[in-house]
């Protein structure tokens, strides 16, 4: 059993707790947030201990894994006391929005060679980890196009918006890396063209709230990449990949099965109301491969290197949104 | 080009001599209806000469081929005058309403040696005909059940209710013959129940509009056949085959491929609103395949003992649905 | 918190213990199993205690609720301890499988006046439960034909058949309480055709694996249940309801959404290898509700009496099977 | 009756030709080919009369329209000798590759004030235009992104791309159209990546056959295309449009309705093998509606002045895929 501490007990904490409770390889200790109430109710759910003590968790006699939930600003920070202490880390993307700075970190764990993985948890999903081997095995022969959709719901606060980063670094930067995943191969160059449409603000805070991002691969091929910060149709994911011998897709998801057929029209269950609810059993299911990652040791299954990559590709684009120029990616 | 005349120039009548026209290897020279003026429109949207008068369509000189869509109570002395003058036979089902007069006319065709087939049309679907294809080279392993839906869209007329024989032997019918043909063996006993639904008339015309037939077939295998009149979603069509080694499914067919998604609901095209348009090509390909068994002398799609076949199953269903007992099936 | 005994630790038990376990409103106290290495290991993993003393199960000081989980012979005694010690209980279909025997039983626990449930846990289908909805609110108009599909995966071990009562008190039951359900309304009269295709053995203990049903409802609408025991295509299950005014579809669920499209082909996740996979989420559904009754007072989600008449239609069925006539449901 | 003749009798002429004859108001006069024996093959199937001269095509007493089918070089002068005849033109895209002289036939084409419109046969296919009419009924909104798939099946010969103008003038301007249409905007910028990927050939004449290409509309939204010009799929075109209420897909067209499902799997009727399956029943419509707009005085369903907007657009995004920047578009 892996002992492990959760740093954030906020919506996605609290996610993370039960998940960890559930794990049949996890022993959760110790829930860390600044707010003690909050550690302590998110804690207790679970049988585990509420904290507010950082150095109860980076204890290296009584933890032997970190779970990193906490605000964006505090991911790099974490990662050091965790190397330093010689603890395993999962830690939400970004490493730091700063990715100067988040490469600095992940030198400093890769010195102290602790096992980390940054929680890129679309990877685990059922239906894209399906879709990739498919690729990978050659069922769509030589890689030519691969397209990936990430809509909606909402709107994320405006305040969110300003610390976010912009669209590229929070919301593409997932499919980012899902596209260097699934082409398994290196992204070259980026163009990414956006608007905001849904809100005034969007503009003012300098982002986008809809954006059409192209990326070329080391072989040519080439990747699409479509965002829309909110929808009127719940949350939608999809993705394909095109190639010399095929198409593999993996479908937007509907919520349910059921279809009433009246007069010339059907009427369907749509999509899910939320992101969440489109991709919880992920979150467990990349839990489950970090847990077996410790006790097999066996590589995980993203690495940091993964998340530095992903960023430095959000950076071009972020740039190319900018300069209206296709824009290198400058990896480390 | 086989010398076509055509006997009916009423709704189908119509649409058979648009099929005449087009078929490359139909030269359509006569359209004969009871009604001159019917005759004559049809006749002359296609270059063809319109006709009151019988004996100038079974001219032997002059006619290579009748196809017979005239009223139901017509079709069997039809078929005795093409047998009588050598002239091949596509006709409408049923041969005749009463089974031993139709089995008397097919002994007279037989001793005729007259090309002749009953149109069956929907052995013509093209999904139908792959959902065959894949049952007789094993896709299903043995087959174990097959299930096939046959309903709306509206109750026809109260008066050709009264003469049609009733649901089993006007509208079943069709797809006794898709069973007989999917499965390749005969039915031994049927069960049918019933229910007038729709409209009390149809009770007093003592038939049903909603009705489920159960089949055994000689190998044990069963087939469920349900029957609607009229449904308030248009035209539905569907057949599945469930074997040892799989099921295939020939789908019920939308009328178009676009979908909305707004808040939580999908709402997409529904089905062909008549079954006409949904089963419209079966009747091109039908007459293509009986004009290349013209040409080539191989056997016809449907022959008159599989019309006599599906006719005896439609009378030991009606007799099912007055005993509520399970009937035997007297083949000749 | 409700303190649950669970009575039965077999591969269904277990699922219960983890359902209890992880429902809010439960605290499992007691698994009990005639093996008490079996009780005490499903018992452990869960915090509660193993026993093989069906005393500590029906004492009321200590126990609330029990969920009977235990073999089918041992149910009516099972939820007569329990109506005589005044604990609410949850039972797996059949109360008994002698339909006298059930009605005795069903007495004394109305006259006990405890909470009472039959785990008929296709109610709990997400996705039936919408189709249910859909049809009581007038979705389709009036219900004139319901369709239901039970098929497979695999044949049941034919030691269990022997005791199993037959294809419709052990397979089909459940689909004559949706049928039920769905339509708010009594089965009149039944229709029941089958073979033993799959093993000779089925026929040799005098079962079939292959059967269409036919039900008449009060209303005269027409409900069709085909069953297989075993298909070569995983667990296959799908509701139809057809009506004046529309059809509504609870779609046979796929196990993905990841298609390939390769030359003229597309290959996609077909169905759920197992029916446990396939109605997981049922078994834990069933259990809230049930619980949720206990807690506010509420009607339970399907009563004894629905289960009695269920199983009405059952014994009705299978006289159908032996006399090839439609039978008369006799209710109490 | 509209007298119709035909320019060019190659493959495309030939599927030209059969419409023409069968629709209701158009008759067939004349059908003119440089080779005298294609011209008279394709005019003989129909009743018209081959020639090899234009001054009988464009004789205002003899002939009231004309469909220029003829190589794309021949375009603009048929269009200028349509305009000088006083004869009403439908041309297959483009006006003329160079769009400079383009705009001058227009010009001219709009002096002489005669009917004319471009064969943007897309716009007359069934589900676009639907998807079309929600996106106008504000069925999803304002309008945040439209994706268009265009893709396969086979790489043209290589003498064909040498001359085409290139992946975005010869098969992007159709999407380039669409996006107009459905928008009902105009585009503002546009950038395009692309490889040569299919062939090393490709790349030799200065082309890519792999490409996405990204514009913004004045609105702001902005619209993906995706390009491949071989696949190992058949051929494959889909629409998605995005916006603030909802999402309108017409989805990718399948050849069939069949579906397999053995094991764990399911098979299914992919593609169409070609494109010209896909969209056949387009050509049949476009020419259904300009001989409507001749019939009615109506405005033709997509104007001179769209095909060089279309084309505007193919400029713009040539130079991009040159430049690696955003290229505005410049409009006339």
């Known amino acids: 059993m892996q002992r492990f501490a ?5 919506f996605i904490g609290a996610v993370h707790a039960r998940n960890l409770a559930a794990d049949p390889g996890v022993d959760l200790r110790l829930v860390a947030d600044l707010d003690p109430a909050r550690a302590d109710a998110v804690a207790a759910a679970h049988g ?3 904290t507010t003590d950082l150095d ?3 204890d290296r006699d009584e933890i032997d894994a970190v779970l990193i939930a906490s605000s964006t600003d505090t991911h790099a920070s974490n990662l050091r006391r965790a190397a330093a202490a010689g603890i ?3 830690v939400e993307k970004p490493i730091d929005l700063d990715l100067d700075r988040a490469r600095e970190v992940v030198r400093e764990v890769e010195a102290a060679d602790i096992p980390a993985m940054v929680d890129f948890n679309r990877r685990f999903d059922r239906d894209h980890a399906a879709l990739r081997r498919i690729v990978a095995d050659g069922g769509i022969g030589e890689l030519q196009l691969l397209q990936l959709t990430s809509r909606g719901p909402e709107l994320p606060p405006i305040d969110y918006l300003r610390v976010s ?3 590229m670094r929070d919301q593409a930067v997932h499919f980012f ?6 082409a398994d ?8 063209m956006g608007s905001a449409l849904a809100d005034p603000r969007v503009a003012e805070v300098g982002d986008v709230d809809t954006s059409s991002t192209t990326l070329r691969l080391a072989s040519g091929a080439i990747v699409q990449i479509d965002c829309l910060r909110c929808t009127g149709y719940g949350y939608d994911e999809r993705i394909e990949a095109a190639g010399s011998a095929g198409l593999v897709e993996s479908a937007r998801m509907r919520s349910g099965g059921v279809t009433r057929f009246a007069g010339t029209r059907a009427e369907a269950d749509g999509l899910h109301a939320g992101w969440f609810e489109r991709v919880q059993p992920t979150y467990a299911a990349a839990l489950r491969s970090f847990v077996e990652a410790l006790e097999t040791g066996s590589p995980v299954g993203a690495t940091l290197r993964d998340g530095l990559a992903a960023q430095a590709i959000a950076e071009a684009a972020t740039r190319s949104l900018a300069s209206g120029r296709t824009e290198p990616v400058v990896h480390d």
């Open 6 to 10: 959760l740093i954030g007990a906020g």
């Open 48 to 50: 585990a201990r509420g």
């Open 56 to 58: 109860a968790v980076f």
């Open 88 to 90: 395993a880390a999962l």
């Open 165 to 167: 980063g912009g669209q």
């Open 177 to 182: 890396d899902l596209a260097r995943w699934i």
């Open 185 to 192: 191969e290196e992204v070259v160059e980026v163009h990414a």
